[in-house]
């Protein structure tokens, strides 16, 4: 799991400006589903969620590649600001 968080953290780091602020947590919930939060500063959410969500649905196929090369379950990402 820390392989797919770094590379999540690396990939949103790419976009924004606010690079201090990024922290990507990972937790399980109830049914045991693997869900990342990506924590950004809120001028840096138009450009991480993207046009129509264009960016973000990318960022959620590419973590889900990389969860899927390390024999992980599909994860679920969610994006909030701060």
Do not use: P
């Amino acid at each position: 799991m820390d392989v797919v968080r770094e590379f999540t953290e690396r990939l949103v780091m790419g976009l924004v400006k606010n690079k201090d602020i990024v922290k990507v947590q990972d937790f399980k919930d109830e049914d045991g589903t693997i869900i990342l939060d990506i924590i950004i500063h809120s001028d840096d959410k138009g450009t991480v969620i993207g046009k129509s969500g264009s960016t973000i649905k990318a960022i959620r196929t590419l973590v889900n590649a990389c969860a899927y090369k390390q024999k992980l379950r599909k994860i679920k990402v969610n994006v909030d600001s701060i």
